[in-house]
């Protein structure tokens, strides 16, 4: 009995290692895209591209910071989810 809740805690403490990576990953992966504007300034000649009369950053907001960060979330959350089943199934073989 007592090997048997060892192995469900080891089970459970790897996957909450796992849960607390992709959190804090996927937390600084978002900061880092929504201040993506600001890693323009050492490349000031980004400011000046044009694509379809619309400026470089425009294309990037709307993209890489909206578009990119829902899709990003919504693969995020499925990890979580794959995670939380396999936390769900530790738990029920005790």
Do not use: H
């Not at 379809?52 to 693969?75: H, L, R, S």
Request: glycine share 4%; hydrophobic share 55%.
């Amino acid at each position: 009995m007592a090997q048997q809740n060892s192995s469900a805690t080891e089970a459970n403490d790897r996957i909450y290692k796992k849960e607390l990576f992709v959190v804090v990953a996927s937390s600084i992966i978002c900061m880092l895209c929504a201040m993506g504007v600001l890693f323009m300034l050492p490349f000031p000649g980004l400011l000046k591209v044009y694509i379809w009369g619309f400026p470089f950053p425009y294309w990037y907001q709307m993209t890489v910071a909206y578009v990119g960060i829902v899709a990003f979330i919504y693969w995020i959350v499925l990890v979580m989810t794959k995670l939380d089943d396999a936390k769900a199934k530790a738990e029920r073989e005790v």
